[in-house]
């Protein structure tokens, strides 16, 4: 959530950086300005009654010291009346402050200056390239067809058992997402990161905190009984650990990881280009988050993206990242950089990661804070990235590596994996 304080000192800019993301805050703005004032003004008139009030309970306390009860009496019915009078004034109070609220959520983090301008993904700027795009042999197959070759995945069945988007992972199907997850960890934990096992479900207050309520409510599955939504990732309950925390300055950065299934509706998602492995309503997921101080977070986003793509380059996979425009990014993103792979059996980039900044968007929410050297409260930064989605890599590591009778998997990943290559022994 942006800062009240940025609107009213810098409505015009507010204004400006919004339309990089195409969204047109001019009304909203205008109206946040007019309630902050009504508020104040509230607010200045509510507290000079209160002090009002105070002087005169002094009073009643200085003639009931004295013996004059009849004149403390007619004080506390003054008191009484005046107090009548103001209940309006913080009724009137309670209810601009709430239709302040109500706006404020409503408007997106401001993209960073370097966010391009666009509104599609054709507009994104591609960063940098890295990795070979690999020749497949003759009669080479997507991971789909490859899943059934070698029995790693059933689609068919998931969707019996659930529906679709539910894969079951069989054999050395199960055995690969587990030897992937693993290495995933082991590369963060190594990288200074510790490792949680967070909840798989969190409250209204959580989804709010990171961003996914009220933006992304149709998003996420519900379950009505109990009032908790599913993760769409474990950013969720990873930044709201330290939800209404006080950090000290030495605490930080905190560096968390975790591996977790991820939920997402993705409501209209159908057809070729969501088949298999590129869309799925339950998948895996190794993710990193960091909370850090407002003046090192665009050192950190570098590092977290070039942690990433360090990993990328361990498997061996043809990659790209791209700078998101602004009409591309997310809600809560100041910046976001994501990480695509090339799938050289359908020829083309899936997305596997993204590492994003968000500013004090998020801590604003939460109220994640630190005192700095000089005693004043500050709001800390958060950021997080994926490291990795595994349902994309993996299909690309099918894809790219396939042979006539095994898939070749890279080295990193032999240790985990307890062999070098798949094969069609199950």
């Known amino acids: ?35 902050d004032e009504k508020r104040k003004k509230l607010q200045l008139e509510l507290e000079s009654a209160q002090a009002g009030l105070n002087s005169i309970s002094k009073e009643i306390g200085q003639l009931m010291a004295k013996g004059e009860k009849a004149k403390a ?17 913080q009724e009137a109070l309670e209810a601009a402050d709430s239709q302040l609220q109500q706006i404020l959520v409503t408007l997106p983090n401001l993209p960073y200056k370097e966010v391009p301008a666009g509104k599609t993904p054709e507009d994104n700027v591609v960063v940098r390239e890295g990795g070979k795009i690999p020749e497949l042999p003759e009669g080479a197959v997507p991971h789909w067809d ?64 990171t961003g996914q309520l009220p933006d992304k409510e149709g998003q996420m599955y519900f379950v009505n009984e109990d009032e908790l939504y599913l993760i769409p990732t474990s950013e969720v309950p990873l930044t709201n650990i330290w939800r209404d925390v006080i950090l000290k300055e030495k605490e930080l950065p905190v560096k968390m990881t975790a591996y977790t299934p991820c939920f997402r509706r993705e409501a209209g998602s159908y057809g070729k280009d969501v088949r298999g492995l590129n869309r799925l309503h339950q998948f895996d997921k190794v993710e990193i988050v960091q909370i850090v101080h407002p003046d090192k977070s665009y050192e950190v986003l570098e590092e977290m993206v070039l942690h990433v793509e360090s990993l990328l380059k361990s498997l061996n ?34 997305e596997v990661s993204s590492v994003s900044n968000f500013e004090s968007f998020q801590t604003n929410r939460m109220k994640i804070r630190f005192k700095d050297e000089n005693g004043k409260m500050q709001l800390l930064h958060s950021l997080n990235g994926s490291s990795l989605a595994l349902p994309r890599i993996l299909a690309c590591l099918l894809e790219n590596n396939q042979g006539t009778d095994a898939i070749n998997l890279p080295e990193a990943l032999h240790t985990y994996f307890k062999a070098e290559r798949i094969t069609l022994k199950s």
């Open 1 to 35: 959530m942006l800062q009240i304080a940025l609107i009213r000192q810098q409505p015009d800019f507010v204004k400006e950086r919004l339309r990089v993301k195409n969204f047109d805050a001019s009304v909203a703005v205008d109206s946040i300005l007019l309630l």
């Open 73 to 89: 009496e007619l004080k506390k019915q003054e008191v009484a009346s005046m107090k009548s009078a103001l209940s309006p004034v």
């Open 146 to 209: 490859l899943a059934k070759k070698y029995n790693l995945i059933d689609f068919e069945l998931g969707n019996k058992i659930t529906g679709a988007g539910f894969p079951v992972y069989v054999h050395q199907g199960a055995r690969i997402q587990r030897a992937l997850i693993q290495y995933f960890l082991d590369y963060n934990t190594e990288a200074g990161f510790v490792e949680y096992q967070p909840p798989l479900m969190v409250n209204e207050a959580s989804a709010f905190g």
């Open 317 to 350: 996979l043809p990659y790209r990242i791209l700078r998101l425009c602004g009409g591309d990014m997310s809600f809560t993103a100041a910046i976001t950089y994501d990480f695509e792979v090339y799938s050289a059996a359908q020829q083309k980039w899936l």
